[in-house]
């Protein structure tokens, strides 16, 4: 019967501590990604420079810490991020696909027609934003939204 009552407490102190966070099974909101070295401006961001770590108790009223690895790989920071510092989301964008003065191809779809052609970019752009750029056979400003690719999709 002593044996028991042991293990039933004991079960019930190991359960408390999982519960609770403090135990080897946090909640992703006890986390936070840090960088494992410093990353610049324009670089993007591989998992091998990022670490996963406890979020200390402090920042926990902290809403835009990044806490997932799927929001910051891929991207590239806006501002140096420190080794082992926090990160904002806020300090975070998409990779630039399209640079300014750079020649990219365009496509015009409607219906079942689609047209290709060569443009010059006169503005910066990552995926899904709104760029212009100059045909270079007609020379006429056009827009449209950059694609996955780094192509413009043109807007009529």
């Given at each position: 019967?002593m044996?028991?009552g042991?293990?039933?407490f004991?079960?019930?102190a190991c ?8 135990g ?9 990604i840090?960088?494992a070295?410093t990353?610049?401006p ?12 406890r979020?200390?108790?402090?920042l926990?009223?902290v809403?835009?810490?990044?806490q997932?690895v799927d ?5 590239t920071p806006?501002?140096v ?10 300090f975070?964008?998409l ?5 300014p003065?750079?020649?990219i191809?365009t ?7 689609t ?5 010059q970019?006169?503005?910066a ?6 760029v ?7 020379g ?6 950059v ?6 999709r043109?807007?009529p």
């Open positions: 019967m044996r028991w042991l293990n039933f004991g079960r019930l359960l408390s501590v999982l519960v609770s966070g403090y080897p099974v946090a909640r992703a909101a006890d986390q936070m840090v960088p070295v990353l610049y324009g670089d993007k961001i591989s998992n091998e420079q990022i670490l996963v770590k979020r200390p108790a402090y926990h009223s809403q835009r810490l990044v997932r929001q910051i790989v891929g991207k806006v501002r991020l420190p080794a082992g510092k926090p990160v904002l989301t806020s975070l964008a990779p630039k696909l399209v640079k003065g750079t020649t191809r496509y015009f779809q409607s219906g079942g027609i047209i290709l052609g060569v443009a970019s006169l503005q752009g990552s995926y899904g934003d709104l212009q750029a100059r045909n270079l056979g007609s006429v400003v056009i827009s449209g939204y694609q996955h690719d780094g192509s413009l043109v807007m």
